[in-house]
């Protein structure tokens, strides 16, 4: 298993650890909350 690589987050710029292929890293959100903000939903 790979180590987990680190990411800032687009909404909120705060660093977060996920594994490269996560859904998090890939969509490049920390949280749901940030996720919801970032793509307009709120």
Do not use: I
């Not at 969509?27 to 970032?38: D, H, K, L, N, V």
């Amino acid at each position: 298993m790979s180590d987990l690589d680190s990411f800032t987050c687009e909404t909120c710029g705060d660093e977060f650890k996920a594994y490269e292929d996560a859904a998090a890293a890939t969509r490049g959100y920390c949280s749901p909350a940030c996720q919801t903000e970032g793509e307009g939903l709120a």
